[in-house]
């Protein structure tokens, strides 16, 4: 690995007021792929680069990425978050996408002399974590539309606090029943680029609403609860966390994978299925839909105050964060910021 540090490091922002992912840190990791095979991962100073006009990223869009978080306590430890997982995932996209696969133990190692390079950058307050964001970039000047025969992996990292402005308070979301994120077959559950470049229009029609973002709902049928792109999504109906099953155009969430387990180990009831709105509006009218929630690294657990779906405000839980959300919330990032015991070992210490 080569490592060149920066000459000029920058000024760090106020870490009481990060929100998400405007800040980056002095350093990044490079590596590219040529001929067939990875080269040297190199950490360098976090700058722009050069790239063709005619890279076939910036047309095709044969992009991935990953999100993780690293924490630090007062003791100076840094740790990572089930991160072995996220570049699990990452393989699976890269497939999905015609990308070369990498060895994550190589990068995971090279991640670490990063995050110990930086680690006067990971904010340590409640609610803050350092932002992890792995991507692999096609980066060929070359306009036929086939799988690329270059590539950039990189990894830049930023001090985040909530991914919402208003943090904790529920969101507002709004059912979307027109445009689709993602079919079965397509891309859907690939963390890549494009699917989040389909989900921006609903998104902004959502916030002119004055809702936070929106929920889509399946393909098919325009029927079935699939995810809210930044979160997966759960519900609480009659005592029983509900989320949809991974049906194939869904992400597979590794937070909604540790909300199953940490409900599965306190024998909570927990079912993965398909989940209809219809559903989900007559629990409602029952006084049935005790909660609800999304589920991602950078949202963590944001409880859902006001479903709308049809036009109607469904107000969920009179617009608070309800019990189970809240324990979750509370497992969770008392696992990720070690101040409770992480019986399932998720946690990686990084020094
Ligand atoms: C994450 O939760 O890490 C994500 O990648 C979601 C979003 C910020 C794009």
């Not at 920058?10 to 405007?22: A, I, R, T, V, Y």
């Not at 990189?154 to 507002?172: C, D, E, N, R």
Request: hydrophobic share 40%; aromatic share 10%.
């Amino acid at each position: 690995m080569k490592i060149t540090l920066t000459k000029n490091p920058k000024q760090k922002p106020d870490f009481s007021n990060l929100g998400f992912g405007k800040y980056f840190t002095d350093h990044m990791l490079l590596m590219e792929y040529k001929d067939g095979a990875w080269g040297e991962i190199e950490i360098r100073p976090f700058e722009p680069f050069a790239m063709s006009p005619a890279s076939n990223i910036l047309h095709y869009a044969q992009g991935i990425f990953e999100g993780a978080k690293a924490y630090k306590n007062d003791k100076g430890e840094i740790t990572v978050f089930r991160i072995d997982d996220n570049f699990t995932r990452m393989n699976n996209s890269a497939k999905r996408l015609c990308m070369p696969t990498f060895d994550s133990a190589k990068v995971k190692e090279a991640l670490f002399e990063l995050l110990k390079i930086e680690k006067d950058w990971i904010p340590t307050a409640k609610g803050t974590a350092l932002y992890i964001r792995p991507t692999m970039i096609a980066d060929q000047p070359v306009l036929g539309v086939h799988a690329s025969h270059v590539y950039k992996f990189f990894i830049i990292l930023s001090p985040v606090g909530s991914y919402y402005a208003h943090g904790l308070q529920p969101t507002k979301i709004l059912v979307e029943e027109h445009y689709v994120r993602a079919a079965i077959g397509g891309t859907g559950e690939a963390k890549c680029m494009g699917n989040y470049a389909c989900s921006l229009l609903g998104g902004e029609e959502a916030n002119k609403k004055g809702y936070d973002q929106c929920l889509w709902l399946d393909a098919a049928e325009h029927k079935y609860v699939e995810e809210v792109g930044s979160m997966n999504m759960f519900f609480v109906i009659d005592g029983v966390v509900v989320t949809p099953a991974l049906v194939g155009s869904i992400l597979p969430g590794i937070t909604r994978r540790s909300v199953i387990e940490v409900l599965k180990a306190h024998n909570m009831p927990v079912e993965e299925r398909r989940i209809s709105m219809d559903e989900i509006e007559k629990a409602y009218d029952e006084g049935r839909l005790n909660e609800s929630f999304g589920s991602g690294t950078a949202a963590v657990i944001s409880p859902v105050g006001t479903l709308c779906y049809h036009g109607r405000d469904m107000i969920i839980n009179n617009g608070k964060m309800g019990k189970i959300t809240q324990f979750l919330y509370d497992e969770i990032t008392g696992i990720q910021n070690r101040t409770k015991e992480d019986t399932f070992g998720w946690v990686t210490k990084v020094n």
